[in-house]
């Protein structure tokens, strides 16, 4: 099935439900956000594969909202890096050429590294037991772990963006929880693209060892190593480099 975005915002009509306009901003709000977790899962399991054009219309019948929320969501999706906007109309899922992958490392490898030292060095001046992200880094490696064995691999995805995420939540920098936010669906599906070797999980256990002891230069050296390799997997895997 093809999906094209549209920009009509009047003449609906394919399904019942109030209009954009009759939905209280905060609600809309929290609709578009809803909608725009959908359509990136979508995106990221690749049930909306690379290219495909995404019709305003189509995905709002799919998600049973009204078309305002998912025009808004598709909206930020462009913003995001996710989708990107046609010559004369609408949206289609971004295809990642090697460029975007190079670029998108270039600009990952030391918000990850930053993001480690700085959740370490949080944690050595915290008193015990003050930061419980700690055990929010230890879950989120164990439900990898788990999926990996059950060989599930959008479960083993999500834990490892998780684990990812917490490292940047436990930095403790707004800053940086922005900016890495941005980056966050586009590493997402890098992550789903590409297959993750078993040393690559074993290195996550290092860098949470690491952060848990408060050993910030440690914690930012194993999570140099890490996005490294990882860029070399997913240019390999990718796009069949040597």
Do not use: C, K
Not at 15 to 26: E, H, M, S, T, Y
Not at 217 to 242: G, I, N
């Amino acid at each position: 099935m093809a999906y094209v975005a549209g920009s009509s915002a009047g003449r609906d009509g394919t399904r019942p439900g109030p209009r954009g306009g009759d939905v209280p901003p905060a609600e809309r709000t929290s609709l578009s956000a809803r909608a725009r977790d959908a359509v990136r899962q979508r995106i990221v399991d690749r049930r909306y594969p690379q290219g495909a054009r995404l019709v305003e219309r189509e995905v709002a019948e799919e998600l049973r909202m009204s078309r305002v929320p998912v025009r808004e969501a598709l909206r930020a999706l462009v913003g995001e890096g996710l989708l990107e906007l046609l010559p004369h109309s609408g949206v289609r899922v971004r295809r990642l050429e090697r460029a975007d992958v190079e670029h998108l490392y270039e600009v990952w490898e030391p918000l990850a590294v930053q993001a480690s030292r700085l959740a370490a060095r949080r944690v050595a001046r915290a008193a015990p037991g003050e930061l419980p992200g700690t055990a929010t880094l230890r879950s989120s490696l164990d439900r990898a772990e788990q999926a990996a064995r059950a060989d599930e691999g959008a479960r083993e995805v999500a834990a490892h963006t998780a684990f990812h995420e917490d490292i940047v939540a436990l930095s403790g920098n707004p800053m940086l929880a922005r900016t890495m936010e941005q980056l966050s669906g586009q590493l997402q599906l890098l992550f789903g693209m590409r297959e993750e070797p078993e040393h690559m999980r074993a290195q996550h256990a290092v860098m949470f060892r690491y952060i848990a002891a408060g050993d910030e230069e440690s914690a930012a050296a194993s999570t140099l190593l890490h996005v490294r390799d990882s860029r070399t997997v997913a240019l390999r895997s990718l796009f069949d480099d040597a």
